[in-house]
């Protein structure tokens, strides 16, 4: 490893699941990142789905895509948003489900000799050998075992960590565990208890953690630190309370003022800088003081589960620290919009529609497009929001009434989105595939594309610059067939892939109507933004502060 010792840090959850130990490792992440170590994170799932490709977004939250076409959990959208120096990839984040299919591969190559397959030490020796992967060319890798301590499923990756703990010695590796201290309003106190029994479970696998963060709605006293100290075995400094944050890029400031960086640093024995600190700062002090606010409708489907557009939100949030905006996210369902219910819209300043896949709901999709553009309201499209803004447009504008998607109607008369390899015979009127391209087209384009915007275009002019890369997660394309008859009638296309493949439309007659095939909130920072959520949030602002005016003169 070129000579650099790697340290390992283990974060485990217990008492309960969702306290958010991907928030606490992605902000110890920050703060090593800070103190200039290089810093790598590794999310291990302990469920059997190879990935979180298949699963819906109403049981698990959003699908994160890394830059290499990776489908991830979640959490490592907070990796990438706190971590600018760490980009992730398919290897930071792995399932029980992929561990299993893995060694089963190597069993049937023949790779284990005959041996007798088992958990210890075949499965172990996977997990740990993906873990000591990550570390080269890294200061320190922090690692999330997701599940919560006691669970069945998440006992092998402990048992790996447990031995990867004695083979790179104890002053390499550090165990940080996250559990819940409730408070109890009948008895008027927190409740150490569960976290006694939590890190009593883990001790009972000869696991110790080294840090005991703790969660908690009310301020941890003393002596409840103290008491939490004694009977976990864990220094009472490094007891360390997480009281909740307004906002989750607060977490970074509060866990070093508790000091929790410091203990990591001291037990590796590293001489490194203080933690620089001032860009968090900012991002707090913009989120929480905003000059100006506005409310957007956000048309979608997944409404079940607030982390199904976990990356979307987080992408309008860092918009609003980059315009000192308050911005109101209203969420609307699709299917209502569907029926014809338009009332959710008619007060926001702004429409965005974001991706998703299938039949529900995409006709109220298609309804949003035809709502913003009609009133002239400020819309941003992502994904399956460009293609109902372009079925829209051929629909309500070009007069091809019929015209839909292949995925919605594979036989429709006009489709004008399909997929890549799809073709129509305009005699019989059938659809078809090019010969050997039964599985092009067919199959997800997935991660980092490159994406060329055209001279004179709004998207040009947001990104100031003549080339991006952006992350796709979808399979069907617009039809270049009907782009000329289209941009004769008004819709320019703004960016187009190496394969000219349709990227980025707008509509230059509207105040500002952006609508783009691959999804920008995977690649938008706290500290960085995005161009065009806040280009987009820009152009609410100016149509909420019209409506003031207007409102204002009415009233005059």
Same mark, same amino acid.
């Given at each position: ?21 991907? @928030? ?29 490709? /298949? ?48 060694? @089963? ?21 996977? @997990? ?47 165990? #940080?565990?996250? /559990?819940?201290?409730?408070?109890? +309003? ?14 009593? *479970? ?16 009310? +301020? ?15 220094? *009472? ?12 890029? %607060? ?14 640093? *001291? ?26 606010? /506005? ?17 979307? &939100?987080?992408?309008?949030? $860092? ?29 926001? $300043? &702004? ?22 553009? *009609? ?32 995925? #919605?109607? +594979?036989? =429709? ?51 100031? =610059? ?16 009907? @782009? ?23 509509? +230059? ?5 952006? &609508? ?20 987009? #949030? %820009? ?18």
């Amino acid at each position: 490893m070129g000579g650099i010792t790697t340290h390992y840090i283990f974060v485990t959850g217990g008492v309960v699941s969702s306290l958010g130990k991907g @928030i606490v490792t992605a902000s110890l992440g920050a703060l090593l990142e800070a103190r200039r170590l290089r810093v790598n994170i590794l999310k291990m799932d302990p469920y059997i789905n190879v990935d979180p490709g /298949t699963m819906n977004p109403s049981q698990h939250g959003e699908v994160f895509v890394t830059a290499d076409g990776a489908e991830t959990d979640l959490d490592l959208g907070h990796y990438e948003r706190f971590v600018r120096g760490s980009r992730m990839s398919q290897s930071n984040n792995f399932t029980t489900g992929s561990v299993y299919a893995e060694v @089963i591969r190597k069993e049937r190559r023949g790779d284990y000799l005959g041996r007798t397959v088992q958990v210890i030490p075949h499965i172990t020796d996977e @997990i740990k050998r993906r873990i000591l992967a990550l570390g080269e060319d890294h200061d320190a890798v922090i690692v999330e075992i997701g599940g919560t301590v006691g669970d069945i499923e998440s006992q092998p990756f402990l048992e790996a960590a447990r031995q990867l703990r004695l083979e790179v010695g104890a002053r390499n590796a550090l165990f #940080i565990h996250l /559990t819940l201290v409730p408070w109890l +309003p009948t008895a008027g106190e927190l409740k150490t208890k569960p976290t006694q029994n939590s890190v009593k *479970e883990l001790r009972s696998i000869s696991l110790q953690p080294e840090i005991q963060v703790c969660r908690s709605t009310e +301020p941890l006293p003393r002596d409840a630190r103290a008491k939490i100290a004694l009977f976990t075995n864990v220094e *009472e400094r490094a007891v360390v309370p997480l009281e909740d944050a307004d906002c989750i890029y %607060e977490i970074p400031l509060l866990l070093n003022r508790q000091g929790l960086d410091k203990i990591v640093v *001291e037990h590796f024995g590293r001489s490194c800088a203080s933690a620089d600190l001032g860009e968090w700062e900012r991002v707090v002090d913009h989120l929480t003081n905003p000059l100006r606010k /506005t409310a957007i409708a956000l048309v979608g489907k997944y409404l079940d589960v607030p982390d199904a557009y976990k990356s979307l &939100a987080e992408a309008i949030a $860092h918009a609003g620290i980059q315009t000192r905006t308050e911005v109101e996210v209203r969420y609307v369902d699709a299917e209502e919009i569907e029926q014809g219910d338009d009332s959710a819209l008619a007060d926001v $300043h &702004a429409i965005l529609v974001p991706g998703g896949f299938g039949e529900r709901g995409f006709e109220g999709k298609v309804r949003a497009a035809r709502y913003a553009r *009609e009133r002239n309201l400020p819309y941003l499209g992502i994904c399956y929001g460009l293609h109902a803004a372009v079925i829209d447009f051929a629909r309500n504008v070009a007069g091809y009434d019929n015209a839909n998607s292949t995925e #919605i109607n +594979p036989n =429709t008369r006009d489709p004008v989105i399909g997929l890549v390899s799809e073709w129509r015979d305009e005699t019989t009127g059938e659809m078809h595939r090019r010969d050997g391209d039964e599985d092009r087209g067919g199959t997800m384009r997935l991660g980092e594309q490159g994406c060329r915007l055209m001279d004179g275009t709004l998207a040009r002019n947001l990104y100031a =610059t003549g080339t991006v890369s952006e992350r796709h997660r979808h399979r069907y394309e617009v039809n270049d067939h009907y @782009i000329s008859e289209f941009e004769s009638l008004g819709l320019k296309v703004a960016g187009r892939s190496d394969e000219q493949l349709v990227e980025m439309i707008e509509l +230059p007659g509207q105040d500002w109507f952006v &609508a783009c095939q691959f999804h920008p909130e995977f690649t938008s920072s706290p500290r960085d933004g995005h161009p065009l959520f806040r280009g987009f #949030i %820009e152009a609410a602002n100016r149509h909420a502060a019209a409506v003031a005016t207007s409102a204002q003169a009415a009233a005059d």
